[in-house]
């Protein structure tokens, strides 16, 4: 059975930007439905290879049946270890298409859409034990703070963790209806969905470590490319794309490389184009697309 997946960001311009070899290998860290998997094994030759990597269980359903393909259930942080288990130490290029699926936001019960009532959930890999009930209901009002504050970007933060607080001591938060509730008076009719977006922005990134996975995937990067390999990467919010940004132009997150006596430094990324976003075509039939930033580098 094929999960119902929609149409993949800016599909053309992210394969493109992997300037695929025939024989290369490849690796899409962020499978979901298939569709940048597929159109990289579209240009493949039979002897390329493409790796894939997905922690939701969900995306096994969509395994692609083709010799030159293989499937990893496993989070993107773990990329190297993983790629390394297959025989793999260098490949010619990565995909990745950051943020939650059409899919994960379509299914009411997975809890990550505005637009139903459902448990507080939010996992992208369900075995995990952090869950958006445990944020909700177990943070202390710090730590909920800087959530809201740090992943979600919102002012009302520090009240909204109290407000939070307060209510649990005498009922629990157990769905996404209930939350709304609670956090209503920072809910302006005019702005509603945009706030009630951040704080399930917040509330997602924080319960499947993203921005934590991020970094540690980035790192790794230019160790399993080759000299000459590509990254292709789509980013949805600022914090994502901040960081993609910056560890392509500094090979760091903060701060400056290091220069050497000649006032030069080195780093291990050059970028590839400026930035591409979707075209108002694209956004009017796929609405996903609309904050959707690509990014492309290569290996030096």
Do not use: C, W
């Amino acid at each position: 059975m094929t999960m119902e997946y929609h149409n993949p960001v800016l599909l053309k311009e992210t394969v493109d930007g992997l300037n695929i070899k025939e024989d290369g290998v490849y690796v899409d860290v962020t499978f979901g439905g298939g569709g940048h998997s597929k159109e990289i094994l579209n240009r493949l030759g039979e002897n390329g290879k493409l790796f894939a990597f997905d922690q939701d269980l969900d995306a096994l359903e969509n395994v692609i049946d083709d010799d030159r393909f293989t499937l990893i259930h496993e989070n993107f942080r773990y990329v190297k270890r993983f790629l390394r288990f297959h025989g793999v130490k260098q490949v010619d290029g990565v995909l990745a298409d950051f943020g939650v699926s059409s899919h994960q936001f379509d299914v009411a019960e997975r809890g990550f859409s505005t637009r139903f009532d459902a448990d507080l959930d939010m996992r992208m890999n369900q075995k995990n034990d952090l869950s958006a009930f445990h944020v909700v209901n177990e943070y202390e009002e710090e730590q909920l703070k800087q959530v809201f504050l740090q992943y979600g970007e919102l002012r009302a933060a520090p009240a909204m963790a109290r407000l939070i607080v307060e209510h649990r001591e005498t009922e629990k938060i157990k769905t996404s209806e209930q939350l709304k509730k609670v956090l209503k008076k920072f809910l302006p009719p005019r702005h509603e969905n945009k706030v009630l977006a951040q704080i399930y922005q917040a509330i997602r990134i924080e319960v499947n470590q993203e921005i934590e996975a991020l970094k540690e995937f980035l790192q790794q990067t230019p160790e399993i490319l080759k000299a000459g390999g590509r990254l292709s990467f789509i980013s949805y919010h600022s914090l994502e794309d901040r960081l993609v940004k910056r560890f392509i132009r500094n090979g760091l997150f903060e701060g400056e490389p290091e220069r050497d006596m000649f006032g030069n430094f080195e780093v291990p990324l050059k970028k590839v184009n400026g930035l591409i976003v979707p075209s108002k075509e694209e956004i009017k039939i796929n609405n996903r697309a609309r904050s959707a930033k690509l990014r492309i580098a290569e290996k030096i």
